[in-house]
């Protein structure tokens, strides 16, 4: 699904990534973790495209095509999708506007049919009731107003909605109560499939109780320096991230 | 410049898509101005004395004024002598129906888009397209004629209506009101009229097209709409112009009436020519566009959608003189490449609780200067007064200007005023938000700019909701940053 080799990237001149290798293989979790600035939102933002990001050197191979060289909307269109840590707010669009409008630029891109407004309401009452929200978000104005919790669920709708082939959540974690939490679990654990990955950068170990990862890697100025499997994640809650700070340091300095 | 900055400009090379020009014999009087030329025009038009000198007044009194310098737009001195003030389409004879419209004619407007056939009356729309000067057609007008109300061209209003032109033309705007009002009076060829009798609601949109078509032609027209007592009309104007290099004077002078309970919903969606990319050419748009509340609860409703031409200087106005009446101004002003744009209102507020609302959306990309001028005014007897204004803009690229002009003149101290200004970009994070869920970039930006731009367009019939977002669209395509 996706391989990652040798990935450098630098953000305003900056090198943010220095040398990232990773591969994801269809239907698995990998959980990225990492002290703050480590990078994990930088490797999150650099696979969704974002410009600012300048993959300076290595490949990323995604579904056996170089990734690098793809627009933003063709890397969605392809199925990558980004849970934004902090999601946008756009006025005067409404939520079911937009909704309507990317599924269907999706499906289109992939050569499906679009759907009709009765099939597009009937899908996105489903799925509403997936995420647990509540129906009346869909005429307001794109995450405008919406609470912290909303914002979240709202992305969740999202995923679910389009289907994608690589979800990348980047610390939709952060700044949400437990029940929140769940309902990105739920949502996560409901669309995890044989052919459907999970990129899950988070800071804290409490996301993965509910959600277990396959693998847990560890990122540490712009390396990955330690993986393992969801037991990484324990040691990490209990002793914290010096010990791999340390353990890193120690290697570089040799 | 960063990548998408660039990828969207690339998306600008669009173009104007009504720059055709059409083949039609056109009767057309020699360039230039004089009392000789008003005459002419007036007698061509077999109008009655009275207006032939209620042109020569306003054309004397235009002699001693200069042209405005004080807007925020800047363009080469006009030589008003080298204007042609009158062309017509050349007919034959008088012609009776459809059938009878030179082929050449119906071709444009169907270029245009222009709903003349009957088919397209059936949804609703009435429609007076004028070319260059002259009302060409005046459709559905029987159906109207039943219920009362004249939808007709203005020659033929002066001639079946002249104790109704008489009695309102310039009563809105005078002749000696501005330079570029005196300079219509003088030669104006032609427009619309509408007359909604006591307690009638129109049944249908009103809809008039004009089009500039003859080269170094100025069109000067005039719409006069009076709304009787407990009427209520809506009334749409669109315009397009073929693509030449030298630029052409549109100015036109718009009056509306209404009289106590009435109502009237005045729409515009300019997209006259707007010159080129390097801003060769384009339509000098000078408009003077006022409405007078005269009753008691009347309202007018302004809402304008300008995409087009070259320099736009234009303040569609309120003059809330009952009491309790209302005034409402929505517009979305968009300038691309070289274009400017003076625009926005005046709400003059005289009567006792009159309320007024002004929203106004601009947005500017490329090279473009767009600004927004309005006055709230509460004069000393206007207990109670209220207005509300918002005016936001938008850039996009970093070579454009917005500004924002609002003058203010309260002379009632019970009068609530309240003013809003927001300037904004066009976020990268908006764009990246958009584009990561599948969107392209155009749709992404054309997503941002029409949520921008949703109030506004909640105002227009939805016929031409739909034909403004395009619009916008095309206007914008790929100016971002």
């Not at chain 1, 990773?22 to 933002?45: R, W």
């Not at chain 2, 042109?55 to 310098?69: F, Q």
């Not at chain 2, 042609?84 to 009878?100: F, G, N, R, T, V």
Request: net charge negative; charged share 25%.
């Amino acid at each position: 699904m996706l391989i990652i080799k040798d990935l450098k990237v630098s953000v305003e001149e900056k090198e943010i990534l220095q040398g990232i290798n990773l591969e994801v293989k269809p239907g698995e979790v990998h959980a990225i973790m990492g002290p703050n600035g480590s990078g994990k939102s930088t490797l999150a933002n650099v696979l969704a495209g974002r410009e600012e990001y300048v993959a300076t050197s290595g490949s990323v191979l995604y579904q056996g095509e170089n990734l690098l060289e793809k627009e933003v909307d063709e890397r969605a269109q392809a199925g990558i999708f980004l849970a934004f840590q902090y999601p946008v707010e756009i006025p005067g669009v409404s939520t079911a506007n937009f909704l309507k409008s990317t599924v269907n630029a999706v499906r289109k891109a992939q050569g499906k049919e679009e759907l009709n407004a009765v099939q597009m309401l009937r899908l996105m009452r489903d799925k509403i009731k997936m995420v647990g929200m509540d129906e009346k978000l869909l005429q307001r104005s794109l995450n405008e107003g919406f609470s912290g919790g909303e914002k979240k669920r709202s992305e969740m709708l999202q995923m679910a909605l389009l289907e994608p082939r690589l979800a990348i959540l980047d610390e939709t974690d952060s700044g949400l109560d437990i029940d929140a939490l769940r309902i990105v679990a739920d949502a996560v654990n409901q669309l995890r499939s044989a052919d459907r990955s999970f990129i899950i950068v988070t800071h804290y170990q409490r996301l993965l109780n509910y959600i277990v990862p396959d693998y847990v890697h560890v990122l540490y100025k712009g390396r990955i320096v330690k993986s393992g499997d969801k037991s990484l994640a324990m040691q990490l809650e209990e002793q914290g991230y010096d010990w791999i700070k340390e353990e890193a340091d120690s290697v570089a300095s040799l | 410049m960063s990548e998408s900055m660039q990828t969207l400009e690339e998306h600008t090379r669009s173009d104007y898509k009504y720059g055709f020009t059409s083949n039609i014999e056109s009767d057309v009087i020699p360039k230039g101005l004089s009392e000789d030329v008003v005459r002419l025009i007036s007698q061509k038009k077999n109008e009655p004395e009275w207006l032939t000198e209620w042109r020569l007044a306003a054309y004397r009194h235009w002699l001693g004024m200069t042209e405005p310098k004080w807007p925020n737009v800047h363009y080469p001195p006009i030589d008003y002598q080298d204007i042609i003030y009158y062309a017509a389409p050349k007919k034959k004879e008088q012609l009776k129906s459809l059938d009878e419209v030179d082929p050449e004619l119906l071709e444009t407007f169907n270029k245009l888009g222009i709903p003349l056939d009957e088919q397209k009356l059936l949804a609703g729309v009435a429609v007076d397209a004028v070319l260059d000067s002259v009302s060409v057609k005046t459709t559905y007008k029987e159906k109207l004629s039943e219920l009362g109300i004249i939808f007709s061209s203005f020659s033929e209003a002066v001639r079946e209506h002249p104790e109704l032109i008489r009695k309102y033309l310039g009563s809105v705007v005078p002749p000696t009101d501005n330079y570029f009002a005196a300079l219509n009076s003088a030669v104006f060829s032609d427009g619309s009229f509408v007359y909604i009798p006591k307690g009638v609601r129109c049944p249908m949109e009103l809809s008039t097209y004009f089009r500039i078509n003859e080269r170094n032609t100025g069109q000067f027209e005039r719409t006069l709409i009076v709304a009787e007592e407990g009427s209520y009309v809506s009334y749409l104007e669109g315009c397009t112009a073929p693509m030449r290099d030298e630029n052409q004077l549109h100015a036109a002078v718009v009056e509306l009436y209404a009289l106590d309970e009435a109502t009237i919903k005045y729409s515009t969606v300019q997209n006259w020519y707007p010159g080129d990319k390097e801003g060769k050419g384009g339509i000098y748009n000078f408009v003077t566009k006022r409405g007078l509340c005269a009753g008691r609860n009347s309202k007018i409703t302004w809402t304008q959608v300008e995409t087009g031409s070259a320099i736009t200087w234009k303040y569609p106005s309120c003059v809330l003189r009952g009491d309790n009446s209302v005034g409402e101004f929505y517009s979305v002003a968009v300038t691309n490449n070289y274009q400017q744009a003076d625009t926005g209102t005046k709400m003059v507020h005289l009567g006792k609780n009159t309320r007024s609302t002004i929203i106004s959306k601009g947005i500017s990309a490329g090279f473009s200067n767009n600004s927004y001028r309005g006055l709230v005014k509460v004069g000393k007897k206007a207990e109670n007064a209220h207005n509300f204004s918002q005016c936001d803009s938008l850039l996009m690229g970093d070579k454009c200007g917005a500004h924002t002009f609002p003058y203010l003149e309260v002379e009632n101290k019970t009068a609530r005023v309240e003013h809003e200004a927001t300037t904004s970009k066009i976020g990268e994070d908006q764009l990246f938000y958009l584009m990561q869920r599948g969107l392209s970039e155009e749709d992404a930006v054309n997503m941002i700019v029409n949520g921008y731009c949703k109030e506004v367009f909640n105002e227009l019939p939805m016929e031409f909701a739909v034909e403004a977002q395009k619009l916008l669209a095309i206007s914008l395509e790929g100016s971002v940053g």
